[in-house]
């Protein structure tokens, strides 16, 4: 048996002579350090979501009509009549939101160990790519049920460009297709959803795993290891703090999607809606353009973002403001390499004031979930009884907004002027399990 | 960092997860303010009496478009020739989807307004409200159908149910500075064919039922869920025993 194997190994790389020299650059012969900590599983993760994403995609669009008339219903076609096309639906739609959490937890894990400094700036260029992509497939994918809250949350995030003098108008209907979202606009949002951004998707990531490879990962110590001290029981030319991705981190990154596994199944079996976070009740209503939701709010995972768009007052007769604000809340992650200018990249060596601040800003971008979601609407009552809501969620989200963007402009000025004080990084990784 | 702690950190994380999932469904079952429903999806006497209260009382102008007579014999446990003859009145084939036999222009008519299909309605509304709403009808001979209701006010739906509950009229709270009232409580006005406690199962019975046909998926979700989580955590385990076996390598070099 194992000669049949081997024998198949030759005849491929005769063959293909380039094929084993790359499977052994990014996998047996890549060197990852050996430190990696929990935050390293959400990149390995992200990649398995993307996948499960495509898988259970393609098999929702052998069943759903993509069409206003029929796309409603044949998502209840899906949920009844399709076998398993309950359970496929499911993972599609709890595999929305476990991506960006998984997503958001990879740029969290990047900032706070500095992997996009130099010379891993284009790694987290494309990163962010990836995320602005994700988010335009994640909104269509939305709209597709077809549920009430598809429809006005279509209306209203594809009317934000509205906002834009001039052209505004004329671009809304363009993007439509339509004076309302309709057919023109479901039938777009399908090809993009299905075919255009998942393709742009899948070649992003494999320039940002490929751009990856080319500097070698960081990892919590911040430290060189590709070009510090040389020679592993491996080989005597590999760093000595790194270890073949293939089979170590293969066989723990297994683990990392054991768990998550196990969080995905307990959502998709026992509460798929998650209380209305994952699958929103208005969404069980067919799209009406004669009835509004009480609120249009979008998924979760926009919440800090649209939060900006309502924070920001209208100034000079237009709303823009708002809009730009929002966008730039996504752009200014694109600087992070340029802004943040501190030479130690791992938070472990890394001055008070930035622990602080990064703390600052993890609070506001939940504070921003909070008012993106209504929790504030609902808390604030709940809370401190009869009070003006919309003041003080006003007061509460403009001064999430400031400390959201403030994080920047701190960065910069700490980083720039030299006012941080950072603690010696070691020449080899410390501790590892 | 030692291997039981990397192992606590999977723990804690996980736990973490798990609790804000809780966190967050606890808090959706608050937000409506109305008592559970106490429904039972397991249960599948209450979803047969559910059905049955369904097809008696409101078929006549509610469908459940989506939801097929045949799934539902399969589904609760009863035979082709029992649904055919205690569910389903319409003349319809036994695969086909429940459709009212109301007429929609008739009903705009008679109703003011088409009545809403009922397959996804405790999916939108939720459980509790919909066994709220049932149980929140009031004598009312300012409103043109003389029902009125304290969940939906101003309801088009006359209560079909009065016959079981008996008719409840509102107590009304002096309104303020001129203020109309408003209604304080409901009582009992004349009694109906069931005792208040025999009423609240049987809409308790009726809004499992509209629950069930939400999603007959639950059913299915329930009975492999268990199994689909014990194999990840065997999965999960041999992952984790795999991964120490390996890693002795990095911990000698």
């Known amino acids: 048996m194992s000669n049949v194997w081997s024998n198949l190994g030759d005849w491929i790389t005769e063959r293909t002579p380039g094929m084993l020299p790359m499977y052994r650059k990014h996998m047996t012969e890549y060197y990852a350090p050996k430190n990696f900590n929990l935050w390293y599983y959400f990149g390995s993760l992200a990649l398995l979501v993307l996948v499960a994403q495509i898988i259970t995609g393609i098999f929702l669009t052998m069943n759903y009509n993509p069409s206003a008339a029929g796309a409603f219903d044949s998502v209840q076609y899906i949920m009844r009549d399709v076998e398993w096309g309950w359970l496929i639906r499911y993972m599609h739609s709890t595999g929305a939101s476990l991506f960006f959490i998984v997503v958001f937890l990879h740029m969290f894990r990047g900032i706070i160990y500095g992997s996009f400094k130099r010379p891993r700036e284009l790694v987290w260029l494309l990163g962010m790519l990836i995320f602005l992509v994700l988010m335009a497939e994640a909104f269509m994918g939305y709209v597709l049920p077809w549920g009430n809250m598809s429809f006005w949350g279509a209306k209203v995030i594809i009317s934000l460009f509205g906002t834009i003098p001039v052209i505004g108008t004329h671009l809304v209907e363009w993007i439509m297709g339509d004076f309302l979202p309709g057919d023109a606009t479901l039938n777009r949002f399908f090809a993009l959803h299905v075919v255009a951004l998942p393709i742009v998707l899948l070649l992003l990531v494999v320039l940002h795993i490929a751009a990856l490879h080319e500097v070698g990962s960081n990892n919590p110590d911040g430290v060189d290891v590709k070009h510090g001290v040389k020679g592993n029981r491996w080989s005597p030319l590999a760093p000595a703090d790194g270890i073949p991705f293939h089979p170590y981190y293969t066989v723990k990154d297994l683990v990392g999607v054991g768990f998550l596994l196990l969080i995905a199944a307990f959502i998709i079996f026992f509460a798929p809606t998650l209380g209305g976070w994952f699958l929103e009740p208005d969404n069980s209503i067919a799209a009406n353009n004669l009835v509004t939701p009480a609120q249009i709010k979008p998924v979760w995972y926009f919440s800090p973002f649209y939060a900006i768009v309502r924070m920001v007052p209208s100034f000079m007769d237009t709303a823009v403001w708002g809009v730009i604000a929002m966008f730039g809340s996504i752009f200014v992650l694109f600087a992070m390499p340029w802004l943040d200018r501190s030479p130690v990249k791992s938070i472990r060596y890394r001055g008070r004031g930035y622990k602080i601040a990064l703390t600052v800003f993890v609070i506001a971008f939940l504070g921003l979930c909070a008012v993106g979601t209504d929790t504030t609407a609902e808390v604030i009552p709940a809370w401190f009884g009869d009070v003006d809501v919309t003041f003080w969620e006003n007061l509460f989200g403009r001064l999430m907004t400031l400390l959201y963007f403030g994080f920047f402009v701190f960065l910069w000025a700490y980083t720039y002027f030299g006012w941080e004080t950072t603690k010696p990084v070691p020449d080899r990784v410390t501790t590892h399990d | ?253």
């Open chain 2, 1 to 253: 960092m030692t291997k039981r702690q990397g192992l606590l950190r999977y723990f804690v994380l996980a736990a973490l997860m798990c609790a804000l999932g809780f966190a967050s469904m606890a808090q959706a079952a608050e937000e409506g303010g109305f008592p559970s429903a106490g429904t039972n999806l397991r249960d599948q006497a209450s979803l047969q009496r559910g059905a049955r209260l369904f097809f008696n009382y409101c078929v006549g102008c509610h469908s459940l478009k989506y939801m097929r007579y045949s799934r539902i014999g399969e589904d609760l446990g009863l035979t082709e020739a029992e649904v055919m003859t205690n569910l389903n009145f319409t003349g319809a084939k036994y695969g086909e989807p429940v459709v009212s036999a109301m007429p929609a222009d008739l009903a705009v008519t008679w109703f003011g307004k088409d009545p809403p299909d009922l397959s996804l309605e405790v999916e939108a509304k939720g459980a509790d409200w919909v066994n709220a709403y049932l149980n929140s009808f009031y004598l009312d001979p300012s409103v043109p159908l003389g029902w009125n209701n304290t969940v939906l006010p101003n309801a088009a739906m006359p209560f079909p149910l009065w016959e079981l509950q008996g008719m409840q009229r509102a107590v009304m709270a002096p309104g303020k500075d001129g203020q109309p009232g408003t209604v304080e409580k409901l009582e009992l006005a004349q009694p109906g064919k069931l005792t208040p406690a025999q009423f609240q199962q049987a809409t308790r019975d009726l809004t499992n039922f509209l629950e069930y046909a939400s999603e007959p998926a639950a059913l299915q979700r329930h009975r492999y869920g268990v199994w689909v989580l014990l194999f990840l955590a065997a999965f999960t385990l041999l992952a984790y025993a795999l991964k120490r076996e390996y890693w002795k390598d990095v911990h000698e070099a």
